[in-house]
């Protein structure tokens, strides 16, 4: 039922009832996107199978990443079961975290040396981060290179 009320000089105050049907009436607009099957815990990395696609408000469907774009990112807070996950929501992967032992190397030519070491910071493919060595008991600068691999440039 939709009550109308229009105020008439003529006859005063009227109300008008009319009957509408259901689907005359407007629903929210939804918009397919993937949310988060379970609760994902800060630093977890995502999969795509962490996802399932459902309808959700065309509100908070905005700037939502697809199961694709948010695999193999890393969660950066607590990220809850059914909600969407957005860019804000993750960071790259990092693959040194801080008091982890890291593997430093340095290449000049043909040359190269390797030594052992522990990452004073967290950081991703590429990022810069402070390492110790174990061999020569100084802190150095390094590039992330892959899991658990740092290297030091050369002079």
Not at 2 to 24: D, E, I, K, S, Y
Not at 110 to 116: E, G
Request: glycine fraction near 8%; hydrophobic fraction near 45%; aromatic fraction near 2%.
């Amino acid at each position: 039922m939709t009550a109308v009320r229009n105020l008439c000089p003529l006859f005063g105050a009227a109300t008008l009832l009319c009957a509408v049907p259901a689907a005359a009436q407007t629903a929210p607009a939804t918009a397919a996107a993937d949310v988060l099957t379970h609760t994902v815990q800060r630093g977890d990395v995502l999969t795509a199978s962490d996802f399932v696609s459902e309808e959700i408000p065309v509100a908070r469907a905005r700037s939502v990443l697809s199961a694709q774009d948010a695999a193999g990112m890393e969660a950066r807070r607590i990220l809850r079961a059914g909600m969407p996950v957005r860019s804000g929501d993750l960071i790259e992967p990092r693959l040194v975290r801080r008091g982890e032992p890291v593997t430093i190397s340095i290449r000049s030519g043909s040359l190269a040396i390797t030594a052992n070491g522990r990452a004073l910071g967290d950081a991703a493919l590429g990022e810069p981060v402070r390492v110790f060595s174990e061999a020569t008991n100084h802190t150095l600068d390094a590039v992330v290179e892959g899991s658990g691999a740092v290297r030091i440039a050369a002079r």
